[in-house]
């Protein structure tokens, strides 16, 4: 009897480790997105010069605004623009454009 309680409490350990493991890390991660434009990285609520417009990151919203922004970033070493962990709804203000060989 003793061994099989054991065995039974082993086991629901062992199922909810494996369930735990098993959850997309994008759910354990929510909000944590990170932005890049022109190789700088985005900051919550703080506006980032691009050209003679800005970037904003609102994460709370899942927004990034781009007012009359110019995206000119044209190194191999990073994307003009790059969002890792999450997905972004971009809001165009103005006249944003990128650079003509992006």
């Known amino acids: 009897m003793k061994h099989k309680l054991r065995s039974q409490a082993i086991t629901a350990f062992l199922t909810f480790i494996l369930v735990i493991g098993l959850l997309p890390a994008t759910v354990m991660a929510a ?3 990170t932005v890049q434009i022109n ?22 919203n899942g927004t ?7 995206i000119s970033q044209t190194t191999s070493t ?9 997905e972004l709804k971009v809001i165009l203000v103005g006249k944003t454009r990128s650079h003509p060989r992006i």
Do not use: F, I, M, S
């Open 64 to 70: 990034l605004t781009l007012n009359n922004a110019t």
């Open 39 to 60: 190789g700088q990285v985005l900051q919550n609520g703080v506006a980032v010069k691009c050209g003679e417009g800005t970037a904003v990151l609102d994460e709370g």
């Open 31 to 33: 909000g944590t997105a």
């Open 78 to 86: 990073y994307y003009p623009v790059r969002v890792d962990n999450g």
